[in-house]
């Protein structure tokens, strides 16, 4: 494995994932979900567990199985270790960072519009001047999208991962707008001394919502001189903003130009896909689980983010312990309510469309898909074209290739059965059924 492409948050997803389905529960939970990397290099990697008195289990009875879902993942071994270091979290609960331990790398899901981000952010938050990782380009780190995709989540992330290596690195995560606060603040009180000292000593800042800064032209000047002295002694620096820096209206210049030195990236809304396993991933955490088609009928429905998406599960989740029965397709209905006008039900695929039709006409799909031309068989298809034309939003290219055919053909098809449908009172009796069951 090239170590470029070493990314060990990754890694220890898959390898949970592993024990997980190895463990009983109760044991997984106890022993192995609350495990986080707190360093590693090309032979060893040591896991951190909160409790003090699961070292010695964890080096007796699961090192074994823990090495060898490692190697599974990396097809490497690595010597692995684990510890708890009580003085370390003391410590690291003394140090006012304004990281919220909650957001962390593992519980991150990566799909393709957010996987450059995350890629960039892991390697950020792995830096260590002793590993001597060049991340020189991702300084600053400049992550840009629509609300509730991941971004504070994402740099929290970077600033908890950093501590963890480095309990004593000094991290500071705050948004702008308490920025400024602050900034005010130390104005009004003659003490602007010591808040440039307490920035200008960072080893990292991540600034949240920088969208904020063009407000104050004053801040603007004290954070281009931060910017400056940080990046100097290269210290790490990590913005999160709604849009990129170009159309932030009231930004200087000179900062949109520091902005845009290092690392820009565009954080993308998940695909259907991906929201159903964003709402799986989030399900982990709970043990009320809502059926495969509330799942369905969630992540069909909220398009929006993330943060959407959590709070329709909640809502579904809490009504249901609530009402103490099991979630139903109607409470997430009733969830979904609130934040669509409609739900959409189920999406009807073509397999679905020809499965319907190809059991009415006693035919079987792939007669459907096939050149054979006997009268059953072929209206099957027509009308498996037309139901597919009318039901879905697919173009007849598009169709063309669902059913192996040519345009034309599809064209043929549709306006054959279009008109048959005047005429033919059985025929339309057949698809008005049909249409029904189809939609269930
Ligand atoms: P933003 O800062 O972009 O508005 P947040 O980081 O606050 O968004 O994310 C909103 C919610 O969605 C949070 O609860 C966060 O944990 C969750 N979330 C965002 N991105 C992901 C992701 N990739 N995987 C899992 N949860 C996510
Ligand atoms: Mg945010």
Redesign the pocket.
């Known amino acids: 494995m090239d170590s470029f492409e070493f990314n060990i948050h990754d890694i220890l997803s898959k390898v949970k994932k592993i024990l997980k389905a190895r463990l009983a529960p109760e044991n997984y939970n106890i022993f192995v979900r609350d495990l986080s990397v707190v360093f590693h290099n090309g032979k060893s990697i040591t896991l951190k567990t909160q409790n003090a008195s699961n070292v010695g289990v964890l080096e007796n009875k699961y090192n074994d199985m823990i090495k060898e879902a490692f190697s599974e993942v990396t097809k490497r071994n690595f010597d692995i270790k684990y510890t708890h270091d009580g003085s370390e979290a003391e410590n690291n609960s003394k140090q006012n960072t304004g990281l919220n331990p909650?957001?962390n790398f593992e519980?991150?899901?990566?799909?393709r519009g957010?996987e450059v981000a995350?890629g960039a952010a892991s390697r950020v938050a792995q830096y260590s001047p002793e590993l001597n990782t060049s991340t020189e380009l991702y300084n600053p780190l400049f992550i840009y999208?629509?609300?509730?995709?991941?971004?504070?989540?994402?740099i929290?992330a970077i600033g908890n991962y950093a501590r963890a290596i480095e309990p004593n690195s000094n991290v500071y995560y705050v948004t702008s707008e308490t920025l400024l606060n602050e900034y005010v603040m130390a104005i009004r009180s003659g003490d602007t001394q010591n808040f440039r000292k307490k920035y200008r000593n960072l080893d990292m800042l991540l600034i949240?919502?920088i969208q904020f800064i063009v407000r104050s032209e004053q801040l603007q000047e004290e954070l281009y001189n931060t910017f400056n002295t940080l990046k100097q002694a290269n210290k790490r620096i990590v913005f999160?903003s709604d849009r990129p820096p170009k159309d932030l209206v009231g930004l200087e210049e000179r900062l949109v130009s520091r902005f845009n030195s290092g690392f820009l990236q565009q954080?993308f809304p998940?695909d259907y896909e991906t929201r159903k396993a964003?709402l799986l991933?989030?399900l982990e955490y709970h043990t009320i689980k809502p059926s495969d088609e509330i799942i369905d009928l969630i992540a069909l429905n909220v398009t929006t983010?993330?943060?959407d998406?959590?709070a329709v599960l909640n809502r579904v989740i809490l009504t249901a312990n609530m009402t103490n029965t099991e979630p139903t397709i109607q409470i997430a209905e009733n969830a979904l309510r609130d934040y669509i006008d409609t739900p959409r039900k189920k999406q009807i695929t073509i397999r679905d469309i020809k499965a319907v039709v190809a059991d009415h006409y006693h035919v079987r799909i792939e007669e459907i898909d096939s050149q054979k031309r006997t009268k059953d068989i072929a209206r099957a298809r027509q009308v498996a074209v037309y139901l597919a034309r009318q039901i879905t939003d697919k173009s007849l290219p598009k169709l063309g290739e669902e059913f192996g055919r040519d345009h034309t053909t599809i064209h043929h098809a549709i306006t054959k059965i279009q008109n048959d449908r005047k005429t033919d009172v059985e025929l339309n009796q057949a698809i008005e059924t049909l249409i029904e069951l189809i939609n269930g």
């Open positions: 909650m957001y519980d991150f899901v990566v799909w957010n995350q999208g629509g609300v509730g995709l991941g971004k504070t989540h994402l929290q949240d919502d999160a954080i998940p964003i991933k989030k983010n993330i943060r998406l959590e």
